[in-house]
């Protein structure tokens, strides 16, 4: 199973450009990488997947390497309302028990 | 609205006490799960299940059960066999076609 490893946390300013990095060394070929966001008291929610290279849509960015190793979540011109915990995932689909989550990454926004 | 809801939001159990956790799902997903959060730590498959009747052991089943008889429903007993069950569960869902999960909102488990 690939294991995933992030920061535990990180402050960032409103307006500012901020960048998380996963690292799941031991990736699977046909796994795929997902975040999620997550806010106190509710269930994460998905925010972009990609399988390599990069990944936009209109709230982030994923870029992955040609390797594969890791992953670096972009989120662009971050808000208060971007302060939460940001999940890495690694796995298959249509295999439950082959999804690992990350600890996650706390993201502070500070005004 | 569709989407997946937990209840209760907040649940104590007794000492030796078995205790019921609801999911229910209207997206017409086939695969559920059951998660577990600890602090500090990251989510942890408890249970899956693929189809109706049908489910999985993840990497932490010891004190848990499970049932899967309608689509829409997916419910996590903790029984008293699990020694440690305070924590935040969370119930997912996924289509076969999608790639991703939808979370519900969350139990917290306390032990009295």
């Known amino acids: 199973l690939a294991k995933t490893t992030q920061p535990i946390s990180m402050d960032s300013y409103e307006g500012q450009e901020v960048n998380i990095t996963c690292s799941h060394n031991?990736?699977?070929?046909?796994?795929?990488i997902t975040w999620y966001q997550r806010f106190p008291s509710q269930g994460p929610r998905f925010i972009i997947q990609?399988?390599?290279?990069?990944v936009t849509n209109e709230v982030a960015s994923l870029f992955i390497p040609a390797d594969r190793k890791s992953s670096t979540l972009s989120l662009p011109r971050v808000s208060l309302s971007d302060t939460a915990v940001y999940y890495c995932?690694?796995?298959?689909w249509g295999y439950g028990n082959k999804l690992v989550f990350g600890a996650g990454t706390i993201l502070r926004v500070k005004s | 609205d569709g989407g997946i809801t937990q209840s209760p939001k907040y649940l104590f159990r007794k000492e030796g006490q078995n205790v019921t956790l609801s999911c229910e799902q209207n997206?017409?997903?086939?695969?559920m799960y059951w998660y577990r959060q600890d602090p500090g730590q990251g989510l942890r498959l408890i249970y899956y299940?693929?189809?109706?009747?049908?489910?999985q052991k993840g990497d932490i089943a010891e004190g848990y059960s499970v049932s899967r008889e309608k689509k829409e429903s997916f419910p996590l007993t903790v029984t008293s066999a699990q020694k440690n069950p305070t924590a935040f569960y969370l119930c997912?869902?996924?289509?076969?076609?999608?790639?991703?999960?939808?979370f519900g909102s969350g139990t917290q488990l306390s032990v009295l």
């Open positions: 997912a869902s996924s289509s076969t076609s999608a790639e991703k999960l939808f």
């Open positions: 997206l017409n997903h086939d695969a």
């Open positions: 299940s693929q189809i109706v009747n049908d489910f």
């Open positions: 031991n990736i699977a070929t046909n796994d795929y």
């Open positions: 990609g399988y390599k290279t990069k």
């Open positions: 995932l690694v796995g298959q």
